[in-house]
């Protein structure tokens, strides 16, 4: 059974950086991509970023392109997401996905790509 569990979140001003972890178990970490998602109160879920399998591709919504950035290391199973110069509107629930096929050539936006979901760490940007 595949387990992500996030940490890292929490309360921070305007202008700050936090940085997200997630660990992953029960599948061999280094064959999928990884995503992380956030989900603000009243919205729906949104795409921030992803990684290959490999670590070599990446990919960022416009929304945080520049600010934030995904990197994993695959000795240590985590998946990382500094995020910095941060806004009141990146203000959510941020959650950590594994793809759901392995070895793809082309990273997703779409949730459906993706079939395991941690359980969610709470980001509050205050200004």
Same mark, same amino acid.
């Given at each position: 059974?595949?387990?992500?569990?996030?940490? /890292?979140?929490?309360?921070?001003?305007?202008?700050?950086?936090?940085?997200?972890?997630? &660990?992953?178990?029960?599948?061999?970490?280094?064959?999928? *991509?990884? /995503?992380?998602?956030?989900?603000?109160?009243? +919205?729906?879920?949104?795409?921030?970023?992803?990684?290959?399998?490999?670590?070599?591709?990446?990919?960022?919504?416009?929304?945080? +392109?520049?600010?934030?950035?995904?990197?994993? *290391?695959? &000795?240590?199973?985590?998946?990382?997401?500094?995020?910095?110069?941060?806004?009141?509107?990146?203000?959510?629930?941020?959650?950590?996905?594994?793809?759901?096929?392995?070895?793809?050539?082309?990273?997703?936006?779409?949730?459906?790509?993706? *079939?395991?979901?941690?359980?969610?760490?709470?980001?509050?940007?205050?200004?």
């Amino acid at each position: 059974q595949v387990q992500l569990v996030e940490s /890292g979140g929490g309360l921070v001003q305007a202008g700050g950086s936090l940085r997200l972890s997630c &660990a992953a178990s029960g599948r061999t970490f280094s064959e999928y *991509d990884m /995503g992380w998602f956030r989900q603000a109160p009243g +919205k729906e879920r949104q795409f921030v970023t992803a990684i290959s399998w490999s670590g070599s591709r990446t990919y960022y919504a416009d929304s945080v +392109k520049g600010r934030f950035t995904i990197s994993r *290391d695959n &000795a240590k199973n985590t998946v990382y997401l500094q995020m910095n110069s941060l806004k009141p509107e990146d203000t959510a629930v941020y959650y950590c996905t594994q793809r759901r096929r392995r070895y793809t050539a082309q990273l997703s936006h779409d949730s459906y790509e993706y *079939d395991y979901w941690g359980q969610g760490t709470q980001v509050t940007v205050s200004s």
